[in-house]
């Protein structure tokens, strides 16, 4: 290899083509073929300027996390047909939990999860002053109306220090008109997003 490190490369997993991750979706779950369909609409609405210098297009980028999560096929359909469910699916917003989505990409500086999901929130017509706040969340929280405040700072809580969740915290959730389902929701958005910020920086994407 030359002087360039593999971070200036590619990812750390070479990306199974485009052609293997739709031939992996043909018999993959109907809300993973429905999430693959958000991608390219995603990837269509993304800026040039949000790829980074080692990708030549936004679609070459996009790929290159399908490609390397496609290493396992198995694993590939039920996470992104998870991804599409939990987002899509619920009681609260879809532009609320690409929001929450957000935060949680910010704060582990996943750049490809921050595009996806503020990329996805615009799709959604979601403000995009109101949206900013994620970037900066902590300086900026209080602009969001309580609810919401309260609610991402549940959820951020669940994925960074779970074992720190009280029942102060729900009792809390709860006095801002948030019910079970609710709770679960947020906790389950959180993580979806977490788990999938930490896929593409542990394998550099």
């Not at 995009?128 to 706040?133: E, G, I, L, S, Y």
Request: aromatic share 8%; glycine share 6%; net charge negative.
């Amino acid at each position: 290899m030359s002087s360039e490190t593999i971070d200036e490369v590619g990812p750390r997993v070479t990306p199974k083509p485009p052609e293997t991750v739709q031939e992996i979706l043909k018999d993959a779950p109907e809300a993973a073929q429905a999430n693959m369909e958000r991608a390219e609409a995603i990837l269509g609405a993304l800026e040039e300027d949000d790829v980074p210098d080692k990708y030549d297009t936004e679609g070459e980028w996009g790929f290159a996390f399908t490609g390397v999560l496609a290493q396992h096929p198995e694993t590939f359909k039920n996470w992104w047909a998870e991804e599409g469910q939990v987002f899509e699916g619920g009681n609260l917003g879809r532009g609320f939990k690409e929001l929450l989505g957000a935060v949680v990409a910010h704060e582990r500086g996943a750049a490809i999860c921050i595009a996806w999901h503020t990329t996805s929130a615009a799709i959604e017509d979601v403000d995009a002053d109101r949206f900013a706040v994620a970037a900066d969340f902590d300086a900026r929280k209080d602009e969001l109306p309580d609810d919401e405040r309260v609610a991402i700072e549940f959820a951020r809580k669940s994925v960074e220090s779970p074992a720190d969740v009280t029942d102060a915290d729900i009792a809390e959730l709860r006095d801002h008109g948030y019910d079970d389902a609710d709770i679960v929701e947020l906790t389950t958005t959180a993580g979806t997003a977490a788990k999938f910020a930490n896929f593409a920086l542990t394998l550099d994407i």
